[in-house]
């Protein structure tokens, strides 16, 4: 796996443009921008029991159909948020952008989620049910039984249910989703780290500026 190094920087302003144009210098990489690996998986390790105490306050035992789509709809986009920001080369820009929910499933396809065979149509499917529920009032039943149905070993476990039924099934997906994510992260992390183990180790008689990422500057001509 080849690694890369993650920043925060933020994206240049009209004000670098100009300072660009009146000194020739610019969009330079400090030693802080820089987010280490070990940085990224202390993260991991506090989004994790983050989403314990998110899971506990808005997954509660209540049954009422209507509150656990949406509950459950806000988890997903809650992780979906953190996938975007410890996968991306660059962290924070999705504090600062509007991005739909869709969107957001599309940017965590592209930055490599594996091609599970459930797991996109699942989400496809909850955010159809949530919003029937946000925009027309309505619960798609039918939609939640194919969803069900479709993250079960057998398709009978999705034959007449109750709502309250539905209510524990949409939680328990939900929170495999989320798991999966999270699951993903850290893999995708911990494959990053041991790449740069055994980089380094290879070159550890060299010199130390040729292992560690280097600011950089860019000057006009």
Same mark, same amino acid.
């Given at each position: 796996?080849? /690694?890369f190094h993650k920043s925060r920087r933020k994206r240049p302003n009209i +004000?670098? @443009?100009e300072q660009w144009l009146k000194r020739g210098i610019g969009g330079g990489m400090r030693a802080d921008d820089y987010v %280490?690996? @070990?940085e990224r998986k202390k993260r991991l390790v506090q989004l994790a029991e983050e989403f314990k105490e998110k899971l506990k306050k808005h997954l509660p035992r209540s049954h009422n159909l209507e509150v656990v789509i949406l509950k459950c709809h806000l988890l997903v986009e809650f992780m979906f948020n953190q996938y975007i920001d410890l996968i =991306? $080369? !660059?962290e924070g820009v999705i504090e600062s952008e509007r991005f739909t929910f869709k969107q957001k499933e599309t940017l965590v396809h592209m930055l490599g989620f594996p091609s599970d065979p459930v797991f996109f $149509? %699942?989400?496809d499917l909850l955010n159809s049910i949530r919003n029937s529920v946000a925009h027309a009032l309505a619960i798609d039943r039918r939609k939640i039984d194919h969803?069900? /149905?479709i993250n079960s070993e057998d398709p009978d476990d999705a034959k007449r249910l109750t709502d309250n039924q539905r209510a524990t099934a949409l939680k +328990?997906? !939900?929170?495999f989703l989320c798991w999966q994510m999270l699951g993903v992260m850290e893999a995708k992390h911990e494959f990053e780290w041991m790449d740069d183990q055994e980089k380094g180790e290879q070159s550890a008689g060299g010199d130390a500026e040729?292992? =560690?990422p280097q600011p950089w500057r860019v000057c006009r001509a």
């Open positions: 796996m080849n /690694r +004000q670098e @443009a %280490s690996v @070990a =991306a $080369p !660059t $149509p %699942s989400i969803l069900i /149905r +328990q997906i !939900t929170k040729d292992r =560690a």
